[in-house]
């Protein structure tokens, strides 16, 4: 989210210089850094290895599927809770409790592997729980620990860090994999929960819970739902953050769930390799890897615009697979999806943390992960069934087409062109 120096009002785009100080040597964020990168490692691990455990016959394809929904199923119950909770006390404590309850589960899913899937299934639901209510908070961490003129560089590293693992994670996990067990890699999550825990140290600018309660006529505390509620009319106040909010979910639950279930079947039924299908998946991660590079330096004067532009991208990725094109242009606009993605979010959580209320800041963070991340899953649960019934290159068209129309229609939106107020004049 850009919040350097403030760029000008008008479309060009410009490169300013960087912060003088590279959030990079401060210790504040280098704890949250490691804490976020091994929640996000934790978090991508637990579906490869249990994916892992039904190849060794330690768990069913159904098991695994019924063990995945569970984790869905706890991440969007506790999202929402977490984020209330978040900007109720202290953001520090939230993501130590969720990180916590996501390390105690992995000794129980090594426990129930191969012997108990009802255990499994509960021990998933804790999980999932433990990493929906710590991602608003890391949100709102983030805004207490970084200034606000580090806040872009701060968010691109983040993502870099999540953009590695998903790229070096397979790598190291199937070495890992040839001298221990699945349940051991289960604890090693585990373990990687408990940094996320520990690592991230309270925020420099930590509302004070203590003030509330020492308020000599403290009016009664609000119900969770209605905090939340509170949250949502927040987020109403910001026209720019619902419609770029309608602009993610569309591309994840369109875009997104069509390439995910369209891919495989197309590097299979067109060009009859897998390394088609390998290779694109690797191409997005190194083009995402080059676009949060990129967002660490990059202040365009329209940063909505820009980012809404970047999120359209993905389009791309689907009109590929509709086509009968050499598989370097599948690769290549796979990589361009991957660019234009951090192009969108590390100016859109650099937005939230600038536009939003801090004390509500959690809530409004938990909205968007609960309406990006909770659609994907009925995206792909529709698209298998939607391409039986008309084919492939009709749903792929249509998703393409969202993918370039509902961020470009998000982008006419008042406060969409720099994702907030109008920027004033440049000062560096």
Request: aromatic letters at 6%; charged letters at 10%; hydrophobic letters at 55%.
């Amino acid at each position: 989210m850009a919040t350097t120096p403030q760029p000008g009002t008008t479309g060009t785009t410009e490169t300013g210089p960087p912060p003088a100080r590279s959030v990079l040597r401060d210790t504040a964020f280098l704890r949250l850094w490691a804490g976020t990168t091994a929640s996000g490692l934790a978090t991508w691990a637990l579906p490869f290895v249990l994916g892992l455990a039904v190849l060794h016959r330690e768990l069913g394809a159904a098991g695994l599927g019924l063990v995945l929904a569970a984790r869905t199923a706890g991440f969007l119950a506790a999202v929402a809770v977490g984020g209330v909770l978040a900007d109720r006390h202290s953001r520090r404590a939230v993501v130590f409790w969720s990180a916590l309850a996501a390390a105690v589960a992995a000794p129980l899913l090594a426990l129930g592997l191969g012997r108990s899937l009802v255990l499994m299934t509960l021990a998933a639901a804790l999980a999932g729980a433990g990493q929906g209510a710590c991602r608003p908070a890391f949100q709102a961490l983030t805004a207490e620990t970084v200034a606000a003129d580090h806040r872009q560089q701060a968010n691109a590293a983040m993502t870099m860090a999540v953009r590695t693992s998903t790229l070096a994670g397979p790598t190291l996990t199937a070495l890992l994999a040839a001298f221990v067990d699945a349940g051991t890699l289960l604890l090693g999550i585990g373990l990687l929960w408990l940094v996320a825990a520990l690592l991230p140290s309270r925020g420099a600018t930590a509302p004070r819970a203590d003030a509330v309660s020492a308020a000599p006529a403290a009016a009664p505390r609000a119900s969770l739902r209605a905090e939340f509620v509170d949250g949502i009319r927040e987020a109403r106040r910001h026209p720019w953050f619902l419609a770029g909010l309608g602009a993610l979910t569309a591309v994840i639950a369109l875009g997104y769930s069509a390439t995910g279930v369209a891919l495989p079947l197309v590097s299979r039924d067109r060009y009859g390799t897998e390394w088609v299908l390998a290779a694109a998946m690797t191409a997005y991660t190194v083009g995402a890897l080059g676009g949060a590079l990129v967002t660490a330096r990059r202040r365009p004067r329209s940063q909505g615009w820009s980012a809404l532009a970047g999120l359209a991208l993905y389009g791309f990725a689907p009109l590929s697979l509709m086509l009968p094109v050499h598989p370097a242009a599948v690769i290549a606009a796979y990589a361009v999806a991957g660019i234009g993605i951090e192009l969108f979010n590390v100016p859109w959580f650099t937005a939230t943390q600038r536009e939003v209320a801090l004390d509500k800041l959690a809530r409004v963070s938990s909205l968007d992960f609960l309406l990006s991340y909770g659609l994907a899953p009925v995206g792909l649960a529709l698209m298998a069934p939607a391409i039986g019934v008309f084919g492939v290159t009709p749903v792929l068209a249509v998703c393409a087409g969202a993918c370039f129309l509902v961020p470009a229609a998000a982008a006419l939106v008042p406060t969409a062109r720099h994702f907030g107020r109008a920027p004033g004049p440049r000062t560096d």
